[in-house]
C-alpha cells in the first residue's frame, strides 16, 4: 500500500518535470521561428512590430479594418535599410502623397502619407495578391516609425 502511493508520487513528479522540460523547448523554438524583435510601437489598441528572422524582415501589425480583435497580418521585405530609407524620405515632402513598393512577387505595399492638424503620419496597406491578404495599420509619426527600425532620433 505504502509503496503503491510512493510510486504514484514518484510517477506524477516525472510528469512534472517531463512538462516543464516540454514547455520550455517549445519557448525556445517559439522564439526562433519568430526571429529577433528589432522594434516596436503601439497606438491604442493596435500595434506594429520589426521582426528580423535569418535575412528577411518581417512588418508585423494589427490591422485596422479587421473586425477581429487583435487580428495580425504581416508582409516580409529582404532590406530593412533600404525600406526605412524610403519611409522617411516620405515624411520629407509637404503634401499628402503615396509611395508603392513592391516587396516580393505577390506583395505590394503602398505607404499612404497624410498631414493631420499639421503633422505629417503614414499608414501602411499591404496586399498580397496571392492569397488575397490586405490589411492597413495604424497611422504612425516618424519619431514612432524611427524607434520602430530601432534608431536613434
Wanted: glycine share 6%.
Amino acid at each position: 500500500m505504502v509503496s503503491s502511493f510512493f510510486a504514484y508520487i514518484w510517477t506524477f513528479i516525472l510528469s512534472a518535470v517531463m512538462q516543464i522540460k516540454l514547455s520550455l523547448f517549445l519557448i525556445l523554438i517559439t522564439a526562433s521561428i519568430f526571429g529577433q524583435e528589432i522594434g516596436s510601437v503601439k497606438n491604442g489598441k493596435y500595434s506594429v512590430k520589426l521582426l528580423k528572422s535569418d535575412n528577411l524582415f518581417s512588418w508585423v501589425y494589427s490591422d485596422v479594418n479587421s473586425g477581429t480583435k487583435h487580428m495580425e497580418k504581416s508582409f516580409n521585405f529582404p532590406n530593412k535599410e533600404t525600406i526605412y530609407n524610403i519611409i522617411i524620405e516620405g515624411f520629407e515632402k509637404k503634401n499628402n502623397h503615396q509611395i508603392i513598393v513592391q516587396t516580393d512577387q505577390d506583395t505590394v505595399v503602398k505607404f499612404e502619407y497624410k498631414k493631420i492638424k499639421g503633422v505629417m503620419r503614414l499608414n501602411i496597406n499591404h496586399n498580397n495578391l496571392n492569397s488575397k491578404i490586405a490589411g492597413t495599420s495604424t497611422s504612425l509619426s516618424r519619431e514612432q516609425l524611427t524607434a520602430l527600425f530601432g534608431k536613434q532620433t
